[in-house]
């Protein structure tokens, strides 16, 4: 492991990362909230990358296994939404919150999702076909037209 200390006996002082609801959507992740706006009071941001503090008593293990616990969470919202699972990890490596230098939460985090993605690596192996948030992005599109169209279509209005 990359910055992992050697032989380090492994005891939790904290727990994982736990989440209470379902998670369907970037929001319901326990990794994100959202901030109030710094420019615009009243309104506010939504932060992808947000991780407990630690402090110099926390052993690297138990935030690798928070880490790990947060991608776990990845896997459960692609269930409910490839693409807001796909943003997710595209959203959380490119934070300017996510810290380069060896933090257990960030190294756990991108084990975890270095592993869903051989696991999606070996069922392009099977199927054959890839994810692409792009094409999925514009079925949804096509999707919501066909209902605003059969809308329409029974002669009641359509809102934008």
Same mark, same amino acid.
């Given at each position: 492991m990359c910055n992992a200390a050697q032989g380090q006996e492994h005891k939790p002082r904290r727990p994982l990362a736990k989440h209470k609801k379902r998670i +369907?959507?970037?929001?319901?992740?326990s990794f994100t909230r959202m901030d109030p706006h710094p420019h615009f009071?009243? +309104?506010e941001l939504f932060t992808n990358w947000v991780t407990p503090d630690s402090d110099k008593d926390t052993i690297w293990s138990d935030e690798l296994d928070i880490g790990l616990a947060m991608s776990v969470e990845i896997a459960e919202l692609a269930r409910s939404d490839m693409r807001e699972a796909y943003l997710a990890v595209q959203c959380a490596l490119t934070s300017e919150a996510w810290r380069t230098e060896g933090w257990g939460q960030e190294y756990g985090f991108a084990s975890g999702?270095?592993?869903?993605a051989m696991f999606g690596l070996q069922y392009l192996e099977v199927l054959g076909e890839p994810f692409d948030p792009e094409?999925?992005?514009q079925n949804l599109l096509k999707r919501k037209m066909g209902v605003r169209e059969a809308i329409a279509a029974a002669g009641l209005e359509v809102k934008p």
């Open positions: +369907r959507t970037r929001k319901d992740l009071p009243g +309104r999702v270095a592993v869903l094409r999925q992005q």
